[in-house]
Structure formats: C-alpha cells, structure tokens
C-alpha cells in the first residue's frame, strides 16, 4: 500500500443481465429490502398461512447464494438481492430438515442460473400439490446436494426460522472487476457494518477506509483503513490502520519512530484496545473472500481514527495487495499493494447513510486461478471446509481453523432465548481429515498446552459415540484423568477424508462440582468458563484410546503445536505459541551442517588435493575435521529436539521430515565408514561407492531441510517459510555450484 498517489480506478463491467424467461417466474428490480418480518420464528406445525409477511436469509452452504426469502403468499415467494454464481442450474427443493435434504423434492418448476439472478428480485410460484415446506433450499441436481437453504418452520429454539444472515447488508458497490463492498448503517448503536468481498488469491488483503477530510490527492496518507485478509491455514484477521505514508510498517521501531502503514496498536505502543474495528463474520467459498466487520461512526480516537457521517458524502479508499505474518512481532504485515485485474486501488464518494439505499452490484464471477488456488490452500473446497459428511457447514454458523488444511473447530453459542427454563450452553464440534485409524480418536481441549488443559477425546466404541473430558497435570499418561462432567448430545462419525468429526454440548459455564476431587488442580475453574470471548483450545488424534485409564499406547500420533487463540464471537483465531528456541537451534544447526559443513570438506577433498603450498595429506586432515564438525553440529541440532518432543511427548519418527532425517543420518554414517575403508585400502570401487553415498545424503539432506521448513509454516504459522527456505536453499545450491564450476575449469 505505497502508492505515489492515487489514480482512479478501471474495469470493465460485466455482462448486462441476460433475457430472463422460465415458467412461473417473474424478475423485477429492486432498490431496497421489503418490508416484512425478519426474524419470525414458528413452529413445524405452523399452517402455511401463518408465514405469509415473514422473510428470513438464505444461508450459504456450497455456493455463493445471497437472498432474503419474502413469503407472499401460501404457495409463493419472493427472493430480494437474489445473488448466485456461475455454475450448475439450481431448482427450488423442500424438505422436513436438515438431515432428511437428500430425501425432500422439487417445491417449483423455477429453474435458478447465474443469469436469472444479479441483485434483482425473482417471484415463485410452487407447482400444483406443493406447500411451502419447513426447509426450503436450493438444489443442485447433478451434485445431487444443497447449496443454501432458510428455515420456514422451526424444528427446536436451537434453529429459529427466518433468521438474518451476516452475508446479507442493505448497500453494496462495485469497486473494481473483482471487489465489492457492502455496509449497514446501524440504526440504534451506532456503528456501521461494512462486508469487503473479493475474488482474490490466497494470502492477499483488502482494506477499506475514509480519506483524511479535506485531502484531494495522495488519499492515503492521512487515512483510517480497515485491512484484513485470510492467511495460511483459513486463519482470519482484521485490524485498525492508521497510515501516514505509503511504507511498510517497520514494527522493531518503538512507536514514536513509527511511520507508513501501521496498525493502531502499534501506533498507541501496544493499546489493543485502540483496535476499533471487530471483525464480525468471515468466509470463503469458491474462491471468494469475504469480511464483515464493525466499527463505531465516531470511535472517540481522534489521534488514530476519522469519524464516518452517513448523512454526508466522505471520500473512501481501498486497495488489495499481499500480506505477511511477522513471527517476531505477532502481526500481519500488509505489503505493497498488487495487481488484480490491473486494478489494485482507488477511491470513491460514498454517502453511507443515503435515504434510497446504493446497489450497483454486479455479480462476481468465478477465476479459474483463484478457485484452484483456494482448493490447493484447503480453501472451501479444500481438504478440511469441503463436504465430509459431517454436516458441520450446515449446523454452524462459526467455525476457525486450528491447523492448516486438517482440522477445524465449530461452535455455537446459544443463550436464555434458546431455553429460558435451562442454563446457557454452547455446542462445539471439531473436524480432523487427516487419516486417523479405526480405532483411534479425536479431542479437543481448552488450555494452550497439553499440562493444565482439559480434553474432550471422542471415538466410536462399538458402534457407539462416546466423548468423555479429562484433566492433564502433567505429560504423563498417568496424570490424564477422568472427570466426571457428562457432556450431552455426543456424536462422532467417520468422515468421508478418512478423519474423525466430533461434536458435543455442554454448558457456557459448567459445574466444577464434577472436577473437585482431592488434589484436583487449581486452574479448573478457569478451563471450564467459556462466557468470555475469547478462548484457547488445543488438539489432537490418536490410534488408540482406553476410557478409564489411558495408556502410554493411547498417546497421539498428531497434536497442535500449542495454544490457538479463537475469538467465539467473531471467529478468528490466532496462534498463542511462537517458535521455540530448541526447534529454532535445530534447524539452524542442520543448515550449518547440511549446507555449509558438508559442502566445504568435499571441496577440501576436490580442490586441495595436490595444491601448491598445500602439505600432502593436509586435504584429508582438513576434509575430515569439517566432516566430524558437520556431524558433531547434526548431532547436536537432533539432540535439541528430541529433547524437546521428549518434553511434550511427541513421536520422534512419526512425520516425512523426521523419516528424511533419519535416513540422512543413516547414509551420512555409512559414508563416513566407506570414507575411512577408503583411508586405508584406497580402492576405486570403495571411492565410487564413497561419492555416490555422498550425493545421496546430500540430496536427502537438501529434503529435509526444506521439509523442515514446511513443519515452521504447519505447525507454528510461520507464513512463506517453505518457500522462502526453498528459494534461499537454491540460491545457495547456485552460488555453489557456480564457485565449483568455476574451479572445476581452472584446474583443467
């Protein structure tokens, strides 16, 4: 976001809606809401006549789908802002609920495509024979699945029907061919609620915010933004900027130095409080981005923040570019802003609390290059958010990721207006497709470590789900221990990834009664409060699990690798745990000697051989002391963190990095004992044999040290390390193969 200043933004406009003809169907234009009854909640005994004037949001499931559902009459209704991507034809389904979808029926001869839709409004009429039924969705026939649905009748308090959904807001603007933004001005708190959408690619941000008053050229400096993005792993984020000029903010200078793009916490010296923006809602499906978040039309902070009047036209601006996570700092770190579709910033007048409300909204279309991507970072139609046959998409309407592609955790709050006779609960679920066998487990705990932590572990025992809670007090499978709280409504399934999904409910605030027994650990009653907003969980999946006494043998075969900080309202979530020291040490010690060590003794045998001034025989002095070095320093980077994983009780051989190390030390050892065969017999068969062993532990080597890389970018969000070590790792390989090329021709 360093612009000289800002241009005016292009793109061209997409397609003008198409001649629309179906049977039944009738589409007019449509410049607000409806008035009708958001919210109305009825029962599945409710006659049909009793839904007429209700309205309720179509919910999101496979497919961008937006539409506010207007019952007009007892066999018709409306869709308002009737929003659908390209793809297959979708028809007009009923059903009794979520789970018997597969078993419902066409409700409608109306045949829904990307072209029949755009914002407008679209009328329906069911066929002969058809009642509105209590789910209506719409259906794609080929996938034979649902791509949204909105509850008509209620089956429980848990699922109100005709509910609003946060996809939905009252204003929405083109920015450029890929962007849009959407808003409501609050009408009684206050606050404006902005959605930024983007068809973008992985690890890019969108920012969005008033100019400073007054300003009629370089509109960035001077401006409040709100910059958010989804990075590495589905992981959500959104934060409060203040920009001064168009540079990177440099967060190792203390915030009088400060200067450029910097986040308000920042600036403020480290005030999180001075963050004023709340990111509400995220998603992203098809490929498409979208953030909603709120701030206050008049924060108060007027060394960071500008207020917003939504009765006068201000100058906003945005932009989208790529971001990084700085680890030291624990930030994201917006970049330069890129190039998306040769648009990648600008700014326009907006009067957000106009009377008639703005929707110049064409519809987005999916990018062949943004879709694959998303699918390869595990996107929603990646490994972790795509259909698994858990149901959890439909069940849920928060969720954050806690591991890259693999796991995922649901949740859903549900207060007095659910039961006012019962206390308030929260459902939880949690998702793992990694491969888990058949007789293992998945669980879940609260806490930011394996030691003071409570687990809920879930397996299928004959058939039968079984989701039991335990304290650890220590790494020692001794010290996990049975609580005695009974969770209710528990279900595990194996999913279609070959993973395990488990969900369960228990109150916001359970009872420590079940956890007081004698020596029970003080921190109990802290674990068991989830009223606040903000919660830390662990993970992880095993083979094997035994009830009442787990054993050694139960331990897992994948864990997180600490603390993920997720914020139950919003649903962002971050990591708690930094890289740790001996991880740290141990891939610098196996860079030491891998890429430096071991190349520097093959060219003391290569080149110093035979060299004027050299002593004969010094080259095999010296080429075996760098050899012995490499090793000692191997040694002592594996020693590091075995020690560690001993801590946690982790696996030792348990991933590829490990198994490509391992292997390494195996070659690395048989060459040195062919190398010092060779001292003594000075045979060609057993030198051959000595530098063919050599490649292949330097090949092996180069593996594991960009396998290594990947466990930083996995296991403790460490975003781009993969790459940047295997772009560094093949300069490097360059440069030396440059320097033995050169030597090579000098000696000939």
């Known amino acids: 976001m360093t612009p000289s200043h800002l241009r005016g933004f292009g793109g061209g406009l997409w397609a003008v809606l198409g001649v629309l003809a179906w049977t039944c169907t009738s589409v007019e234009g449509a410049t607000s809401f409806p008035n009708c009854t958001l919210g109305k909640n009825v029962g599945t005994s409710a006659a049909a006549s009793e839904l007429v004037g209700a309205c309720g949001d179509l919910f999101m499931v496979k497919r961008q789908v937006r539409g506010r559902v207007v019952i007009t009459g007892e066999t018709s209704f409306d869709v308002h802002r009737f929003e659908v991507t390209s793809g297959a034809n979708l028809i007009w389904w009923g059903a009794t609920s979520l789970d018997a979808v597969g078993s419902g029926a066409q409700v409608s001869a109306t045949t829904v495509t990307a072209e029949s839709t755009g914002g407008d409004v679209m009328s329906v009429s069911l066929s002969d024979g058809q009642s509105l039924p209590n789910l209506l969705a719409l259906w794609d026939a080929d996938a034979k699945e649902h791509v949204a649905y909105v509850w008509l009748r209620s089956p429980s308090s848990a699922t109100p029907s005709f509910q609003a959904q946060p996809t939905m807001m009252e204003n929405c603007k083109k920015l450029a061919g890929n962007l849009r933004v959407r808003w409501t001005v ?20 969108i920012a969005f915010g008033p100019a400073a008053p007054g300003s009629t050229d370089r509109l960035m400096g001077g401006s409040d933004v709100a910059i958010g993005g989804i990075g590495t792993g589905g992981v959500p984020w959104l934060n409060d900027f203040k920009i001064t000029n168009y540079e990177e903010c440099d967060h190792s200078l203390p915030a009088e130095s400060l200067t450029g793009v910097c986040d308000d916490k920042a600036w403020s010296g480290g005030d999180a409080t001075k963050n004023d923006v709340t990111l509400d809602y995220s998603h992203s499906i098809e490929g498409f981005m979208f953030l909603r978040y709120s701030r206050l039309l008049d924060t108060g902070d007027a060394s960071y923040d500008i207020p917003i009047t939504p009765a006068t036209s201000q100058t906003f601006i945005w932009a989208t570019g790529g971001f990084t996570f700085s680890e030291e700092h624990q930030v994201h770190v917006p970049r330069f802003h890129g190039n998306e579709d040769d648009v990648d910033y600008g700014y326009l007048p907006l009067t957000l609390g ?32 795509g259909d698994v046959g858990d149901g959890f998409e439909e069940r849920f309407a928060k969720s954050a990721m806690l591991a890259s592609n693999n796991v995922r955790l649901f949740w859903k709050v549900c207060g007095l ?30 806490g930011e470590s394996m030691v003071g932590s409570i687990a809920y572990v879930g397996w299928i025992e004959a058939g039968t789900s079984k989701v039991v809670s335990y304290t650890m007090d220590s790494y020692e499978a001794s010290s996990v221990r049975k609580s005695g709280e009974e969770v209710q409504d528990a279900w595990v399934m194996r999913n279609t990834r070959g993973g395990l999904s488990m969900r369960f409910r228990r109150p916001l605030r359970a009872s420590k009664a079940a956890y007081l027994r004698e020596g029970a650990p003080d921190w109990v009653e802290e674990m068991l409060d989830l009223t606040k907003d903000t919660k830390t969980f662990i993970w992880a999946v095993g083979g094997t699990w035994s009830e009442d006494t787990p054993l050694e043998a139960d331990i897992h075969t994948d864990r997180s690798a600490g603390g993920i900080l997720v914020n139950l309202k919003s649903g962002s979530s971050e990591r708690t745990l930094r890289l740790s020291r001996a991880y740290a040490a141990h891939g610098a010690c196996m860079a030491v000697a891998w890429l430096v060590l071991i190349p520097a003794s093959a060219a003391c045998a290569r080149y110093l051989k035979g060299e004027e001034g050299v002593p004969n025989m010094l080259f095999l002095t010296l080429h075996q002391v760098t050899v012995w070095s490499s090793l000692a320093v191997a040694l002592g980077g594996v020693a590091v963190v075995v020690i560690e994983m001993d801590k946690k009780k982790s696996r030792h051989i348990h991933s590829t990095h490990s198994q490509i190390g391992l292997t390494v030390m195996v070659l690395f050892g048989v060459q040195m004992f062919v190398g010092l065969v060779q001292a003594a017999i000075w045979s060609d068969t057993v030198k051959l044999l000595h530098r063919l062993l050599a490649f292949g532990s330097m090949a092996c080597a180069i593996a594991s040290v960009v396998t290594g890389s990947q466990h930083l970018e996995w296991q403790f969000g460490v975003y781009g390390a993969t790459t940047r070590t295997s772009v560094a790792t093949a300069l490097w390989m360059v440069v030396l193969g440059g320097l033995l090329t050169w030597r090579e021709m000098a000696v000939r």
């Open 186 to 205: 609050g009408s009684t708190d206050n606050k404006v609620h902005i959605g930024l959408e983007g068809n973008l690619r992985v690890l890019r941000y």
């Open 354 to 385: 106009a009377a008639e409300p703005v929707w110049e909204c064409p519809a987005l279309q999916k990018r062949a290059d943004v879709t694959t991507a998303a699918e390869e970072e595990g996107d929603i139609e990646g490994e972790c958010l």
């Open 417 to 446: 207006e659910c039961d006012t006779s019962g206390d308030p609960y929260i459902e939880l679920a949690v998702r793992a497709t990694m491969q888990v066998p058949e007789s293992g487990y998945v669980a879940l705990g609260l």
